[in-house]
């Protein structure tokens, strides 16, 4: 079984940060685009941030110039660094992994992804 391991959600204010790690096997490290995606109540899921295998970062237009990802090769974690939140931020944020590692496409639609994380919870107090 493929383990995705999500973690740093929790409670915050309106303008704090918060950031969330997602560690995955080496072989998925290495090889699948390994995406955050997040689902507010009442609401589709959304594709935010991606990071294909070459380390390019892909940020949907929703979160852009508030949210920024990266990696951690020694570790295998991806993480989502999210700044200024705000209540409509609030919402169980997933890890997932596709491949083929094609970002554009992770991001468009979550068809694709071929493993999930079990998510964790972001919530923004007003």
């Known amino acids: 079984e493929v383990e995705l391991v999500e973690s740093g959600g929790g409670l915050v204010q309106v303008g704090e940060s918060l950031r969330l790690d997602c560690t995955v096997p080496?072989?998925?490290?290495?090889?699948?685009?390994i995406a955050w995606f997040r689902q507010a109540p009442g609401k589709e899921r959304e594709g935010i941030s991606c990071?294909?295998?070459?380390?390019?970062?892909y940020l949907a237009d929703s979160v852009k110039g508030r949210f920024t990802t990266s990696s951690d090769s020694p570790r295998n974690t991806v993480w989502l660094q999210m700044r200024r939140l705000m209540p409509e931020d609030t919402a169980v944020y997933f890890c997932a992994a596709q491949y083929p590692a094609r970002c554009w496409d992770v991001l468009a639609s979550d068809a694709g992804v071929n493993y999930w994380g079990k998510g964790t919870q972001v919530t923004v107090s007003p």
């Open positions: 080496e072989y998925i490290f290495g090889d699948y685009a």
């Open positions: 990071m294909n295998p070459g380390g390019r970062a």
